[in-house]
């Protein structure tokens, strides 16, 4: 907060400075307030409440003395400022690529990380995937899935872009799950769409692990997860009878129970022979 001050000499008098201090933090908090009310970002009140609140206190204990402003100040007011800057689409921009891609790795490694596979598998234990398909899932799968979703709004301070993007990421998933025969040449580059996901639950070993992308498909393009098939799967699941029988109180137990969880944990490069066994595995489209 910058405390301003009067353009006399006021340094030999302390009590002087600490009433012109005062005042001006008050006025200035007053006025975002006055501001704010008018439409002004609510930035503003956030600077101007707290100026008000710690800028007293320092004038009324200060540690080192009265501060003035200056280049330090003006680089703290710049961070203040710009962290909160962009307008609302390239906020939502930001916020969707920043989560989309933490998402990315967070499945990945609900793929890769053995402890961490045994949460996600009740996800895939399913046999016909549709779009209600989408909510099977272990409660702690879910609420990794969710921290993740919400920790990048929280960062970015965009709790109405973060709301809006959370409502994407819900309804998202019921969409490409849906046992619907859409294909969408050339978005399917980008984003990702119903057989670019179904892969993704293929009961095919040339498929695990594969097609990771919650709504972009661009991550699994740039670090070599994604496969591209003709069609769509024949089989769906991971062919685990303990989890195949369709038992919810047997599939929250399913973690923590003595079994080898069937799926491969890793991750190989994409490679001709795969795009082939998975062509093989295709239904006519």
Known sequence: MIIFQHPLRVDADPSRRLTLGWAANVALSLTVVGLSVAGAPRLLVGLGLAGLIAGSLELLAPLHGARRPGRAWLTDLTHAVGNHALPWPGRTALLLIVTDFANYWAHRSLHQCGPL???HRVHHSTARLDWLATARGHPLDQILNLTIVVLPAFALDA??????????????P??????ARVRLPLVDLVFVTPPFHHWHHADHPAAHNRNLGSVLAIWDRLFGTAVDARGFPERYGIGDD???ADSYLGHLTSPFRR???K????TAPADP???ASLARAARPS
């Open 263 to 266: 799926q491969g944990t890793t």
């Open 174 to 179: 019921f969409v490409v799950h849906a046992d």
């Open 242 to 244: 303990a989890l195949d």
């Open 159 to 172: 709790a109405t872009e973060g709301t809006a993007l959370i409502m994407l990421l819900f309804i998202y």
């Open 259 to 261: 079994t080898t969880p």
């Open 117 to 119: 596979w045994r949460l």
């Open 273 to 275: 022979a795969r795009a």
